[in-house]
C-alpha cells in the first residue's frame, strides 16, 4: 500500500466518499453526512486529503483533516478536524485506517494545529473503537450532528 496526497475532489476521493456516504445511509437509515465540505478546506497548509491505493493502483482507503477554530459549531481554535475515514470493506482490519489516522495526525501536527477532533456516531462500533484504541477521548460535542443522540465526539491532544 501506498499514501498519496490528492485534492479532496479528485475522482479517486469521490468514488471512495460515495462509497462512504453509502455506508452512513444504510447504517444510520438515511442520505448520509450532511456535513458541508468544500475541497478548498482540504489545501494546505489548511488541512490535507489522503487516499490509500493497493498494489494495482485502486483507491482502497481514505481520510482527511481540516483546521477548525472557535466557532458557534462547538469548535475550538487550534483544531484539526478529521473527516472522511474510510477503508473497504474487504481490506478492513489490516492497519489501513491506523496508518492513514497516524498521516494525518503528523501533518496536523506540522501546521501548528494543536488537536485533532472527530465526529462519529454510535452505530459505528469499529470507528470508535479505532479512535479510542488510539488515545482519543470523548470531548464536547461539535460539528453538524452536535444535537444528535447518536453523535459521540473525540479529541486527541496533538
Known amino acids: 500500500m501506498h ?4 485534492p ?3 475522482p479517486d476521493a469521490t468514488k471512495l466518499n460515495d462509497q462512504v456516504q453509502a455506508e452512513y445511509a444504510v447504517r444510520y437509515g438515511d442520505d ?12 494546505p497548509p489548511n488541512g490535507i486529503y489522503l487516499i490509500a491505493y493497493d498494489a ?24 484539526a478536524e478529521l473527516k472522511r475515514m474510510y477503508v473497504v470493506e474487504q481490506l478492513r482490519g489490516r492497519g489501513l485506517a491506523r496508518r492513514i489516522l497516524a498521516a494525518l495526525e503528523e501533518d496536523a501536527r506540522a501546521a501548528g494545529r494543536t ?7 454510535t452505530k459505528q462500533p469499529e470507528a470508535i473503537a ?8 470523548p470531548c464536547g460535542k461539535f460539528g453538524y450532528y452536535r444535537h444528535y443522540e447518536s453523535s459521540r465526539c473525540f479529541a486527541k491532544s496533538l
Request: glycine residues 12%; negative net charge; aromatic residues 10%.
Open 3 to 6: 499514501i498519496r496526497r490528492v
Open 8 to 10: 479532496f475532489d479528485h
Open 32 to 43: 448520509g453526512d450532511a456535513t458541508v465540505m468544500a475541497a478548498s478546506d482540504f489545501v
Open 56 to 79: 494495482y493502483d485502486s483507491p482502497v482507503a481514505s481520510g482527511g483533516w481540516r483546521s477548525q477554530d472557535a466557532n458557534d459549531e462547538g469548535n475550538l481554535d487550534g483544531d
Open 115 to 121: 488537536r485533532m477532533v472527530l465526529e462519529t456516531g
Open 130 to 137: 479505532l479512535y479510542t484504541s488510539s488515545g482519543y477521548e
